[in-house]
């Protein structure tokens, strides 16, 4: 029996496209998350923001998607887990929440807790 092929969803031509398209959208807009910021956000959740899965592969993941005007900034990132970064794509948050029946009100509330420690004070 001759070996099964893997068969990928999306071409790689598109996935080249997407990237490209990612790449300019990144490029127009500031983005000013700095390293030590990164550090911070990973130390004050302590896991994946959305299901608190506590994983040492903890991606960079945008509230604001990048596609709908979001930034790498302090406010719009929080550490996700791949599982759920790649589910959320572009989605907004709180839909997302919903139909993964993700807690909501646990991320709003964790999210307003913690973004105030980590923000400069004026």
């Known amino acids: 029996m001759p070996p099964r092929r893997k068969f990928s969803a999306v071409s790689p031509a598109a996935r080249a496209r997407y990237a490209k398209r990612r790449k300019g959208r990144l490029a127009r807009v500031d983005n000013d998350l700095t390293a030590s910021e990164w550090a911070d956000l990973l130390a004050a959740w302590g896991g994946c923001a959305y299901c608190q899965a506590e994983s040492t592969a903890l991606q960079r993941d945008c509230i604001m998607p990048i596609s709908r005007g979001g930034r790498y900034t302090l406010e719009n990132v929080v550490p996700a887990c791949p599982s759920c970064n790649a589910?959320?794509?572009?989605?907004?948050?709180?839909?997302?929440?919903?139909?993964?029946?993700?807690d909501e009100r646990t991320f709003l509330l964790r999210y307003a807790t913690i973004l105030p420690t980590l923000l400069p004070a004026d």
């Open 87 to 102: 589910s959320k794509h572009n989605n907004e948050v709180t839909g997302w929440l919903r139909r993964k029946k993700l």
